[in-house]
T-cell receptor
Framework: AQSVTQLGSHVSVSEGALVLLRCNYS??????LFWYVQYPNQGLQLLLKYTSAATLVKGINGFEAEFKKSETSFHLTKPSAHMSDAAEYFC???????????FGKGTMLLVSP | DTAVSQTPKYLVTQMGNDKSIKCEQN?????MYWYKQDSKKFLKIMFS???????INETVPNRFSPKSPDKAHLNLHINSLELGDSAVYFCASSQVSGLVTDTQYFGPGTRLTVL
């Protein structure tokens, strides 16, 4: 079965600092991996996805993630945090039939001035 | 011109009642989903429909019954509500195949509180 572990339920950074949100996965098939963002009182929005093409994936709002098979990781980064990045971030992995997503428990990103 | 809309946004009700949540998408997508997000923010798929046909039912109690009158609408009816049903319910849609390679577009959520 597929699973996702997000390390840290909360991450705090200062505005302008590097953002690093960690995600490790387990998958019995070649993984498809996703990062979603949820702003307060809103639905989820896709940031980026890895579907077996380039291992470095660029997404919206300056975010990117690198697929590392040897580490079973798909960490999300952004060079410089903005206040508007404060939100909950979810990592997800596709199931073996690529028909559903299993989500991690989310990481709340807090950005201070 | 909201892409995926849900009504109501908030729903407060007593145990044992029956309630419905409506979802509509104006994206022309073929596949729609219902997700449940619990109090710990854990998000789990409940159902998916492709062209009005049920394709995924993830061991959800049969008190939950999705209904798709057309491919733009997927409603969720819940019978005999229980305290544990309190959660945020998200509707989503994707373009064609129901495969996760298609980007899913989420609605704003319906916060259900069962007293």
């Amino acid at each position: 079965a597929q699973s996702v572990t997000q390390l840290g339920s909360h991450v705090s950074v200062s505005e302008g600092a590097l953002v690093l949100l960690r995600c490790n996965y387990s998958s019995s098939v070649p993984p498809y991996l996703f990062w979603y963002v949820q702003y307060p009182n809103q639905g989820l929005q896709l940031l980026l996805k890895y579907t077996s093409a380039a291992t470095l994936v660029k997404g919206i709002n300056g975010f990117e993630a690198e697929f590392k098979k040897s580490e079973t990781s798909f960490h999300l980064t952004k060079p410089s945090a903005h206040m508007s990045d404060a939100a909950e971030y979810f990592c997800a992995v596709a199931n073996s039939g690529y028909s559903t997503l299993t989500f991690g428990k989310g990481t709340m990103l807090l950005v201070s001035p | 011109d909201t892409a995926v809309s849900q009504t109501p946004k908030y729903l407060v009700t007593q145990m044992g009642n029956d309630k419905s949540i409506k979802c509509e998408q104006n994206l022309g997508h073929d596949t729609m989903y219902w997700y449940k997000q619990d109090s710990k923010k854990f998000l789990k798929i409940m159902f998916s429909y492709n062209n009005k046909e049920l394709i995924i039912n993830e061991t959800v109690p049969n008190r939950f019954s999705p209904k798709s009158p057309d491919k733009a609408h997927l409603n969720l009816h819940i019978n005999s509500l229980e305290l544990g049903d309190s959660a945020v319910y998200f509707c989503a849609s994707s373009q064609v195949s129901g495969l996760v390679t298609d980007t899913q577009y989420f609605g704003p959520g319906t916060r259900l509180t069962v007293l």
